[in-house]
């Protein structure tokens, strides 16, 4: 039974800094590629960030690049997302997803993930 379970979430000021983990259960965790997806109140699920199986490739959308930092660490099952300079449209609930990939590349299209977490809440205010 695969289990994914996040956690880091809460309330910060804009400016601020959080950082998220997820820790996997039941998986192969160094053969997947792992991806954070973030949804605001009423809006669609988005993919933000994802690395690869090693965590030499990594993608960010523009939207947090250069503020955010995905990192994993295989030896404890874990997928990192450090988040710096917080702003109120970074608020919503952050899911982590994990997907078996043959290489060590990455996605942030919702459709390729297997595993999924309930998600841990980010709240920024202003």
């Known amino acids: 039974q695969v289990q994914v379970v996040e956690s880091g979430g809460g309330l910060v000021q804009a400016g601020g800094s959080l950082r998220l983990s997820c820790i996997t259960y039941?998986?192969?965790?160094?053969?997947?590629?792992l991806a954070w997806f973030r949804q605001a109140p009423g809006q669609e699920r988005e993919g933000i960030s994802c690395?690869?199986?090693?965590?030499?490739?990594?993608y960010y959308v523009d939207s947090v690049k250069g503020r955010f930092t995905i990192s994993r660490d295989n030896a404890k099952n874990t997928l990192y997302l450090e988040m710096n300079t917080l702003k109120p449209e970074d608020t919503g609930k952050y899911y982590c997803a994990a997907t078996w990939n043959r290489y060590d590349h990455c996605s942030i299209s919702s459709v390729v993930y297997d595993h999924w977490g309930q998600g841990t809440q980010v709240t920024v205010s202003s």
């Open positions: 039941g998986l192969t965790f160094d053969e997947n590629s």
């Open positions: 690395i690869g199986r090693s965590g030499v490739n990594t």
